[in-house]
C-alpha cells in the first residue's frame, strides 16, 4: 500500500514540475516573439530614416538597439533549448523507472501464472476448499481464491496502464528531442542574421565616419536646442516651486491671522502631543492631499508608464554617450523618439498643464504631476492650454517632424528640477 501511495506521489511531483516547466517554456516563447517583431519594428524605422542615404546617428542606434534584440533572441533561444533538455533528461529518467516498473509487475505476473498453471485443475481447487477443517475455514479458502483472482486481474491491468503510460513517455520524448531539433534550428538562422546585422554595421559605421565632421556640426544644432530646452524646464519647474512656496506662505498667514481673530474661549488649549508620524519626506510641490496622491501615483507606475506615443523607436537615449570610434559625444536630457508624423501625443500621467511654449520654433508641453513633471518638445499642434487637467493617455497635441522628415518627439521626465532617464518609468516594449 505504502508503495502505490510513494508511486502516486511521484507522478503527481513529476506532473508538476512538468506543467511548471511547460507554462516557463510558454513564457519564453512569447518572449523571443515580442522581441522579434520589436527587431521588425526597428528594421521598419531603419528603412524609413535610410531614405535620405545619409548616413546618421538615428540610423547607428537603431542598428545598435537591433543587435542588441537580435543578441536577446538568441539568449532566450538558449534558455529555451535548456529547459528542453531538462525535459529530456526528466522525461528519460521517468521512462527507465517505468521500464523497471514494468519488467517487476511482468515477473510477479509470471510467477503468478506458473502457480496457477502447476494448480490448474478444478479438482485441485476443490480438494482445497474441502479439505477445510470447519465451515469457516472453507469460507475463508474461497474468500482466498476471490482475492487471488481479484489480484491477477489487478496484475493485468497494471502492466496495461504501465505500458501506456510508457508508450506516452517515448511519445513525449520524441517529440521533445523533435522541438529541441527545431530551436536549434531557430537558433542558427539567428546567429547567422547576427553575422549580417554586424557586417551591416561595420559597413555603416565607414559611411558615418566619412560623415563625422558633418554629423559634429548636426549634433551642435541639437545641442543647442536641447540647452533650450532645458532652461526653459528649468525656469518652469522653479516657476511652480516658488509658487507653490508663495502659496503654503499665504495659507499659514491666513491660517494665524484666522486663529488670532478668534475669541480667546474659543481658541484650542495648547497641548502636548506626539508629533504626526509621517513616511513621506514633505515636498513643497505637494502642498494639498490631492496633489500629494498625484505624485504618488506616479511613482506607484514607475516602469509602467504607458509611452507617450503609440509607435516608439528610441534613436537617441537619455545622458551622455560617446559613439564609439569617433569624437561624437552625445548628452541628452530625455528621449529622442521616433514615430509617425502627425500622430497623437499623449499624457502619460494624470496632471495639470504647467505652461505651453515655444523651443526653436516647436510647440512644447509641461505637464505637472506633483512634484514630477514631463515635457513633450517637437509638437506640430497642441489641444491643450495652461491650467487645464489631464488624464492619462489623453491626447495634447499632434508630433511633428524632424530635419529629415521623419515623425519625432523629445520626451523629458524631471522630479523637480532633476533630469531622470524616462525609460526607467515607461513600459518595457
Same mark, same amino acid.
Given at each position: ?52 542615404? $545619409? ?5 547607428? $542606434? ?24 531538462? &525535459?529530456?533528461?526528466? /522525461? ?13 509487475? #511482468?515477473?510477479? =505476473?509470471?510467477?503468478?501464472?506458473? =502457480?496457477?498453471?502447476? @494448480?490448474?485443475?478444478?479438482? /485441485? ?46 511519445? &513525449?520524448?520524441?517529440? /521533445?528531442? #523533435?522541438? $529541441? ?118 511613482? @506607484? ?74 515635457? =513633450? =518638445? ?49 513600459? @518595457?516594449?
Amino acid at each position: 500500500m505504502k508503495s502505490i501511495k510513494s508511486i502516486i506521489l511521484f507522478s503527481i511531483c513529476i506532473s508538476s514540475a512538468l506543467f511548471s516547466i511547460s507554462q516557463t517554456r510558454e513564457e519564453l516563447e512569447k518572449r523571443r516573439k515580442e522581441i522579434q517583431q520589436e527587431i521588425q519594428d526597428l528594421q521598419r524605422a531603419q528603412s524609413e530614416i535610410s531614405k535620405d542615404k $545619409k548616413a546618421g546617428l538615428s540610423q547607428l $542606434k537603431l542598428i545598435e538597439r537591433k543587435l542588441r534584440s537580435r543578441y536577446a533572441v538568441i539568449e532566450n533561444l538558449n534558455d529555451e533549448v535548456k529547459m528542453i533538455d531538462n &525535459t529530456i533528461f526528466n /522525461d528519460n529518467r521517468e521512462i527507465y523507472r517505468l521500464q523497471r516498473e514494468l519488467d517487476t509487475l #511482468k515477473k510477479q =505476473y509470471a510467477r503468478t501464472i506458473e =502457480y496457477a498453471y502447476k @494448480n490448474r485443475s478444478s479438482y /485441485d481447487m476443490m480438494n482445497f476448499i474441502f479439505s477445510a477443517t470447519s465451515f469457516n475455514d472453507a469460507v475463508r479458502r474461497v474468500s482466498y481464491l476471490k482475492t487471488y483472482r481479484q489480484y491477477r486481474d489487478e496484475q493485468v491491468g497494471n502492466i496495461n496502464r504501465t505500458q501506456k503510460e510508457l508508450s506516452v513517455k517515448i511519445n &513525449t520524448l520524441t517529440q /521533445d528531442k #523533435k522541438e $529541441k531539433g527545431q530551436v536549434l534550428l531557430e537558433q542558427n538562422k539567428q546567429k547567422e542574421l547576427l553575422e549580417s546585422e554586424k557586417k551591416e554595421k561595420n559597413q555603416f559605421f565607414t559611411k558615418l565616419k566619412s560623415r563625422e565632421k558633418e554629423i559634429e556640426k548636426e549634433m551642435a544644432a541639437k545641442r543647442k536646442i536641447e540647452r533650450s530646452l532645458q532652461t526653459s524646464i528649468a525656469a518652469i519647474v522653479k516657476r511652480e516651486i516658488e509658487a507653490a512656496r508663495k502659496k503654503a506662505e499665504e495659507d499659514e498667514k491666513k491660517a494665524a491671522a484666522a486663529l488670532a481673530s478668534k475669541p480667546a474661549e474659543l481658541k484650542p488649549a495648547t497641548t502636548l502631543s506626539a508629533a504626526p508620524v509621517t513616511t513621506r519626506k514633505v515636498n513643497v510641490l505637494e502642498n494639498t492631499p490631492e496633489v500629494t496622491k498625484v505624485s504618488v501615483g506616479f511613482e @506607484n507606475n514607475r516602469g509602467n508608464l504607458p509611452w507617450p506615443v503609440d509607435k516608439a523607436t528610441v534613436t537617441a537615449g537619455f545622458g551622455r554617450q560617446k559613439i564609439e570610434g569617433t569624437s561624437i559625444i552625445e548628452d541628452n536630457i530625455g528621449l529622442t523618439i521616433q514615430t509617425v508624423a502627425g500622430s497623437n501625443v499623449k499624457a502619460v500621467f494624470d496632471g495639470t498643464v504647467a505652461t505651453v511654449y515655444d523651443v526653436a520654433g516647436s510647440q512644447t508641453i509641461t505637464i505637472k504631476h506633483g512634484k514630477y513633471f514631463t515635457t =513633450y =518638445y517637437n509638437l506640430s499642434s497642441v489641444n491643450v492650454s495652461k491650467g487645464a487637467s489631464v488624464k492619462m493617455g489623453q491626447s495634447i497635441g499632434k508630433a511633428a517632424q524632424n530635419d529629415d522628415g521623419d515623425g519625432e518627439i523629445i520626451f523629458v521626465v524631471n522630479v523637480e528640477s532633476k533630469f531622470v532617464d524616462p525609460e526607467d518609468w515607461l513600459k @518595457n516594449r
